[in-house]
């Protein structure tokens, strides 16, 4: 089975500066999809970025980039120039690009880490 | 074009009782998932759906919990006799056909509550 570790619990970050979130993964499979969703204090799950394992070049959405190491199944999230927005759980997440032997293709959640801006 | 929708938003039910907590996927989704999140935990898998038929249940309680998902309506998370370990928030996902872009889209989430 997959399973998703992000080594911290809580992170913080002044306002305009860099900030990387961890995550490494456990996985036999070599086709698979990784995720970083954001789920501010509404709750909602927001998709920040995603990354395909097949292709090497780590993904990017503005201010958010990914520094995908495949060989070390290793998947940080970096956010530059951080906001007040930014603020939030962050879970990294799994999902195998052929599902398991039932035909699932169920996304695999890291504990998560949260994130808290200073202004 | 509207996301995926979960009602009710809020649910507070008395140990004994019933929770039935419903889905509408997105607008030409036929696949759902449902997740439950704990406090301060990451959400877990429990059932994955396509219409009239559970695909994958691997994460569902044995006892209490179902699932269904008609040929019309809503799909449906049912808790029966309910105890406080159950509160939690129950999200519920879709996405049009696998493994697509691999996203799952999700609903707000349905926040339950047993005293």
């Known amino acids: 089975a997959q399973t998703v570790t992000q080594s911290q619990p809580e992170m913080s970050v002044q306002e305009a500066e860099t900030v990387t979130l961890s995550c490494t993964y456990d996985?036999?499979?070599?086709?698979?999809?990784l995720f970083w969703y954001k789920q501010p204090p509404s709750r909602q799950m927001i998709l920040v970025i995603r990354?395909?394992?097949?292709k090497q070049q780590n993904a990017t959405e503005n201010r958010f980039s990914v520094n995908f190491q495949k060989a070390a199944k290793s998947f940080s999230l970096k956010i530059s120039d951080s906001q007040l927005g930014d603020a939030a759980m962050y879970f990294c997440?799994?999902?195998?690009?052929w599902g398991s032997g039932a035909g699932s293709y169920q996304l695999t959640f890291g504990k998560g880490t949260k994130l808290s801006v200073i202004p | 074009n509207a996301g995926v929708m979960q009602n009710p938003r809020h649910l507070v039910r008395r140990r004994g009782q019933e929770a039935r907590l419903r889905c509408s996927p997105m607008?030409?989704?036929?696949?759902v998932y449902w997740y439950r999140q704990l406090p301060e935990e990451g959400l877990k898998f429990m059932v994955y759906?396509?219409?009239?038929?559970?695909?994958?249940e691997s994460g569902m309680p044995k006892e209490r919990f179902s699932a269904e998902f008609p040929k019309e309506g809503p799909s449906i998370l049912r808790i029966q006799q309910v105890v406080r370990g159950d509160s939690a928030a129950y999200f519920c996902?879709?996405?049009?056909?696998?493994?697509?872009?691999?996203?799952?889209?999700f609903g707000e989430g349905s926040r339950l509550t047993v005293l």
């Open positions: 996985t036999s499979e070599s086709d698979y999809y």
């Open positions: 990354q395909e394992a097949y």
């Open positions: 607008k030409g989704h036929s696949h």
């Open positions: 997440a799994y999902r195998s690009a």
């Open positions: 996902a879709s996405s049009p056909s696998q493994p697509g872009t691999g996203e799952l889209f």
């Open positions: 759906l396509q219409k009239e038929n559970i695909i994958d």
